[in-house]
């Protein structure tokens, strides 16, 4: 069984479409978070929603809309791509509150592709 | 906000060396430090973690140092093998709104 599982693994569009990643967790998590890793390896935390409230949101463009119908679920839709939004994007969740420490569990990544 | 620093941002060492990644922090009132690895392809894991209560903490050929004084702590991998090939990432959770900032990670590369 895979504890975070992401949709789509690979990604390659055209810039300016519209696209969807979905993310789910059969941990029983309350905290689920997105994270970017560019070319050079950097993860950088975007969003990160507790029971299904948005917690932490970076400074990231309106293009990118975060979703959490329920505490399993945390999907990432962007508009109007661009070059730039190529990345792996990787979802994780916690087992503990945001403010409190706990390990982060990982999903495989989607790596997207804008041409 | 936090920032976390971490260097080098490359590392080679031959099998059976030691690997040292060293990393600081801005935040002193962040309490957990974890580090992650990520192989090729992968998903970052994590492999040790250490709280601000304590000074040093050790797991069979991997150890993490803290100095809150000086915001800085060390990952140290003993008698290296070419599986601890990897990019390393410290981290640290700061004490608004519970992120966990990543530094800008280690490439580690360890020849047979």
């Known amino acids: 069984d895979t504890a975070v599982s992401q949709t789509p693994k690979y990604l390659v569009t055209q810039m300016g479409n519209d696209k969807s990643i979905k993310c789910e967790q059969n941990?029983?998590?309350?905290?689920m978070y997105w994270y970017k890793q560019d070319s050079k390896k950097f993860l950088k935390i975007m969003f990160s929603y507790n029971n299904k409230e948005l917690i932490i949101n970076e400074t990231v463009p309106n293009r990118f809309s975060p979703k959490s119908p329920d505490k399993a679920h945390l999907n990432l839709h962007i508009n109007s791509l661009e070059l730039g939004d190529s990345a792996v994007y990787f979802c994780?969740?916690?087992?503990?509150?945001?403010?409190?420490?706990?390990?982060?569990?990982f999903g495989e990544g989607s790596r997207l592709t804008v041409l | 906000g936090e920032n976390v620093e971490q260097h080098p941002s490359t590392l080679s060492v031959q099998e059976g060396d030691s690997a040292v990644i060293k990393c600081t922090y801005s935040?002193?009132?962040?309490?957990?430090f974890p580090w992650y690895k990520q192989e090729l392809g992968k998903r970052p894991q994590l492999i040790i973690d250490?709280?601000?209560?304590?000074g040093e903490k050790k797991d069979q050929r991997i150890a993490v140092t803290l100095n809150k004084t000086a915001k800085h702590f060390s990952l140290h991998i003993t008698e290296t093998q070419p599986e601890d090939s990897a990019v390393y990432f410290c981290a640290a959770l700061g004490n608004q709104g519970g992120k966990l900032i990543f530094g800008q990670g280690t490439e580690l590369s360890v020849k047979p």
């Open positions: 941990l029983g998590h309350d905290t």
């Open positions: 935040d002193s009132a962040s309490n957990y």
């Open positions: 994780a969740s916690s087992p503990l509150g945001v403010a409190i420490t706990g390990e982060l569990f």
């Open positions: 250490i709280r601000s209560n304590v």
